[in-house]
């Protein structure tokens, strides 16, 4: 049976009016001269894999609103046609570049979802991090965003910064449920080789404190009527983040631009982190084709990310063996400990399993 093409395409943009000291993702310094010659390649990069149409897009970055107004415009132009009636278009924004021009080019493209980077709700914090906005900043942009008809809009938020007392996330959290949006996305601090906290020694917070404000987290954005359905992802009213479901239902996906990835007909790829070489036409830099051993624990690294897990069916269907089959008795001291549940229709971690993730994933694979 031919495989089905890929549904959900993701658009890297990688310019940024400023460097975040704790970035670790593909970003560069915002330069006007490199813009031109990057969306010019990038659209021969979308061209050359001859997509049909897709149910979700995702434009992110780096920072795809530092763009001019113009290259904004011309990249949603492009890549509009793209996506299917009714399908997600999602972009990520900054609050220092998310002006009313933006947000106007944004309605006109018929832009659905925004996932605007507000990160944390103090002032002296925001700054420590590098970034350029402030609290009342987001406030305003989202406010903005909500005039403009925008109704879905996610806000991402980090945790656990040095010095970051309960309080201090306390302020955040209540902070962030003011901004009255329907999806928040919340993510530890991590510290990476090559950013700037990694050479300023920055410490992480330690793993059971970190457990502890994570939990703290899921219980007061629950008490607010936000449904965790993904780990670091919080909806309400069912406003879930369809494009990133395609990666932890383990779908495959188009990857464009510097430093994307994608996974198309069995073969995953990450493009190169080089402009030099993403200029002259060379986009990919690693390719994995996917064993069926591999398929196993790419399946089980995203889609028990879920709370809802994934179904049997679903499972058998794809691999041709039961869940229970194929991992026997590794699963058992997780079932025993109240870690994992298995039913007889759907495998789901519980709540205390979501906070060992790492630990049973790496027991069962
Ligand atoms: S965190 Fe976002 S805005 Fe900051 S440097 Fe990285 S990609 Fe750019």
Redesign the pocket.
Known sequence: MAKLKPESLYIHI?F?????K??????LFYNERFVKPYLNELFKELDSYKINKVKTIYIG???PT?LSDEDFEKLLQKVKPYLCDGGEFSV?A?VENLSKAKLDIMSRYGVTRLSI?V?STQNRRLKEI??SHTYEDAVKVVNEAKKHGFDSINVDLIYGFNGQSIKDLENDLNNVLALDVDHISIYSLIVSPGTVFHNMKYKEQDEEESAKYYEYIVKILREHGYERYEVSNFARNKKYAKHNLTYWHDNEYYGIGLGASGYINGVRYENTKSLDKYLSGDYIANKEIVTKEKDFEYFLLTNLRLESGFLRKDFKKRFGIDFTQKYGNRLDKFVDTGDLRIDENRVKLTDQGMLIMDYILLNII
């Open positions: 990688p940024c009016a400023h460097i975040c704790y970035c670790d993702f593909t970003k970055g780096g920072t530092s990520e900054n980077g990160e590098g970034r």
